[in-house]
C-alpha cells in the first residue's frame, strides 16, 4: 500500500519554541512571543484555509479502455487545478474499481496530466468488474463494497470521478447509494450509454471501423468478392451503423434489426446481376438472424456457446458462400477500434465533460453523470443512467435514410 503523504501539513509546531527562553531571557520574552503569535496565526489559518477548501478528489478508469480516456481526465484535472490552485489533491486508483478495492492508487502530479490530449488507453490502467459480482465476496472473502467504501474515508476523499461505460455506471450508483460522493464521465466506444447523445471513444472507433471499410473498398473493386466487416458492439449497433454508412456498406446488420440470411443473399445477388462487382457488409459483433432472435435469451446463449464459428462474420460467411457460390473475405478490425489517438472530435468532447466536472465538484453536486443532450454539456442523475442501454432505435431517421439510397438492413 502506498504511504499517504499528509494533507493538512503544518509548517511551524508550536511546541518548538522554546518556551523556558522566557524566563531566562526576559528581554528577549516580547520578541518571542511575537515570533510564537505569528507562528500559530499562520499555522492555525493555513489549516482553516485548508479546512474549507482543500479537495482531495480519487480517479478510476473503468471497463473496457477507449480513446480519450486520458483527455478526459486531463480535462477534469485542469479545470480542478485552475480552480482550486494548489489547494487539490487528485487520487489514481489503478486498473479501476479494482485499485479502490485493494486502495492501489498513486497521488498525481499537475505533470501528469500534460501531453496526454493525444494519448490513447489509460494511464490508470483498467479492468472489467461486473457489476453483478460486486455483492460477492473476492476468493479472500473480501466484501468488495465495504472495501471500496473504507479507501475512500481512509484517504478522506471528497468525492470520486469515474469514467466508464454501462456496467460501471451500476457500479457507481451503487457507490453513490452506500453514500459516496460520485461524479461519472460517459465513456464507451458503442455510445450506447443512457442519458447521452455521445460518448467519448465513439467518434475515433467510428473513425477507424470507416478507415477499415474504405481500405476494403479499394481491394473490393479490383475483386468479385463479398467482404464482411465486422465491428465492435455486442449489444448494440451505433459503432457498425455509423461506419456502415460512412464507409459506403451495401448492407448493415445490427443487433437491434435482425436479419434474414436470404435477404442478405439476395442483395448480394442482386448487385451481380446489375454488373456491381462486390458488396460489402458492415456486421455488428452482436448482429442476430431472425430466427436466433425467436429463442429466448437462455436458449441463445447455450446456442452461441456451441457455436462452431469464432464470431458471427465467419458464420456469415460461410452461410453466404454455401447459397451465392461467391467468394467472401473477412475483416475484423477488432480492438483496433479502441486503440490509438483520440479524434479531434473525440478531444474536445472530452475536454468540456472534464471541464463539466470539475464545476460539479466546484459545486459539490454529485451523483450525476456529465452528457450531451441536443449539443449541450448537461448533467443526468446516475439513478436514471445505471442499468438502461440505448440501442439503435430502428425508427430513427439515420435508419430510414440510409434505407433511401439503398442501405440493405438484411430484414426486408
Ligand atoms: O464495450 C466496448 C467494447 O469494445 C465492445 O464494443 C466490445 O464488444 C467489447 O468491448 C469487447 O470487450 P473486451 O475488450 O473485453 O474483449
Given at each position: 500500500q502506498n504511504p499517504l503523504p499528509p494533507l493538512y501539513c503544518t509548517e511551524f509546531s508550536v511546541q518548538k519554541i522554546p518556551y523556558k527562553d522566557f524566563f531566562l531571557a526576559p528581554l528577549f520574552s516580547l520578541y518571542y512571543n511575537l515570533i510564537l503569535d505569528t507562528c500559530i496565526h499562520i499555522s492555525t489559518e493555513?489549516?482553516?484555509?485548508?479546512?474549507?477548501?482543500?479537495?482531495?478528489?480519487?480517479?478510476?478508469?473503468?471497463?473496457?479502455?477507449?480513446?480519450?480516456?486520458?483527455?478526459?481526465?486531463?480535462?477534469?484535472?485542469?479545470?480542478?487545478?485552475?480552480?482550486?490552485?494548489?489547494?487539490?489533491?487528485?487520487?489514481?486508483?489503478?486498473?479501476?474499481?479494482?485499485?479502490?478495492?485493494?486502495?492501489?492508487?498513486?497521488?498525481?502530479?499537475?505533470?501528469?496530466?500534460?501531453?496526454?490530449?493525444?494519448?490513447?488507453?489509460?494511464?490508470?490502467?483498467?479492468?472489467r468488474q461486473p457489476f453483478k459480482l460486486m455483492r460477492v465476496p473476492d476468493k479472500d472473502g473480501l466484501d468488495k463494497v465495504a472495501a471500496m467504501k473504507h479507501t475512500y474515508h481512509k484517504l478522506s476523499l471528497d468525492c470520486l470521478v469515474i469514467l466508464g461505460g454501462n456496467g460501471t455506471h451500476k457500479t457507481a450508483n451503487l457507490l453513490r447509494e452506500e453514500g459516496l460522493n460520485v461524479v461519472t464521465l460517459p465513456k464507451t466506444i458503442d455510445n450506447d450509454l443512457w442519458g447521452t447523445d455521445m460518448t467519448f471513444g465513439f467518434q475515433s472507433a467510428v473513425d477507424i471501423a470507416t478507415d477499415t471499410i474504405d481500405r476494403i473498398h479499394t481491394t473490393a473493386t479490383s475483386h468479385s468478392r463479398v467482404f464482411i466487416i465486422e465491428v465492435m458492439g455486442h449489444k448494440v449497433g451505433h459503432v457498425t451503423l455509423h461506419a456502415g454508412i460512412a464507409g459506403g456498406a451495401d448492407v448493415i446488420l445490427l443487433p437491434e434489426i435482425p436479419y434474414d440470411i436470404d435477404v442478405v443473399t439476395g442483395v448480394i445477388q442482386k448487385r451481380a446481376a446489375a454488373d456491381k462487382k462486390f458488396t460489402i457488409i458492415a456486421v455488428a459483433e452482436g448482429a442476430i438472424s431472425k430466427e436466433d432472435a425467436r429463442l429466448k435469451k437462455k436458449e441463445y446463449k447455450e446456442k452461441l456457446?456451441?457455436?462452431?464459428?469464432?464470431?458471427?462474420?465467419?458464420?456469415?460467411?460461410?452461410k453466404i458462400q454455401q447459397k451465392?457460390?461467391?467468394?467472401?473475405?473477412?475483416?475484423?478490425?477488432?480492438?483496433?477500434?479502441?486503440?490509438?489517438?483520440?479524434?479531434?472530435?473525440?478531444?474536445?468532447?472530452?475536454?468540456?465533460?472534464?471541464?463539466?466536472?470539475?464545476?460539479?465538484?466546484?459545486?459539490?453536486?454529485?451523483?450525476?453523470?456529465?452528457?450531451?443532450?441536443?449539443?449541450?454539456?448537461?448533467?443526468?442523475?446516475?439513478?436514471?443512467?445505471?442499468?438502461?442501454?440505448?440501442?439503435?432505435?430502428?425508427?430513427?431517421?439515420?435508419?430510414?435514410?440510409?434505407?433511401?439510397?439503398?442501405?440493405?438492413?438484411?430484414?426486408?
Open positions: 493555513r489549516n482553516r484555509r485548508k479546512d474549507k477548501t482543500m479537495k482531495r478528489v480519487g480517479f478510476l478508469t473503468s471497463g473496457g479502455d477507449c480513446q480519450a480516456l486520458n483527455a478526459t481526465m486531463r480535462g477534469v484535472a485542469k479545470g480542478l487545478y485552475q480552480i482550486y490552485k494548489d489547494e487539490v489533491e487528485i487520487i489514481g486508483f489503478e486498473d479501476g474499481y479494482k485499485g479502490l478495492m485493494y486502495a492501489n492508487y498513486l497521488m498525481m502530479k499537475q505533470s501528469d496530466f500534460s501531453g496526454v490530449l493525444t494519448k490513447g488507453g489509460t494511464m490508470l490502467g483498467t479492468s456457446a456451441k457455436r462452431k464459428y469464432p464470431s458471427i462474420a465467419y458464420e456469415l460467411a460461410e451465392t457460390d461467391k467468394e467472401v473475405r473477412i475483416t475484423v478490425p477488432g480492438h483496433t477500434q479502441r486503440g490509438g489517438s483520440p479524434c479531434a472530435y473525440d478531444r474536445v468532447f472530452a475536454t468540456r465533460v472534464g471541464a463539466a466536472a470539475a464545476e460539479l465538484i466546484l459545486n459539490q453536486e454529485y451523483g450525476y453523470m456529465i452528457a450531451m443532450k441536443n449539443q449541450k454539456i448537461t448533467k443526468v442523475p446516475l439513478q436514471d443512467v445505471a442499468g438502461k442501454l440505448k440501442m439503435v432505435d430502428p425508427q430513427d431517421g439515420i435508419i430510414k435514410e440510409a434505407r433511401t439510397i439503398g442501405i440493405s438492413f438484411g430484414d426486408q
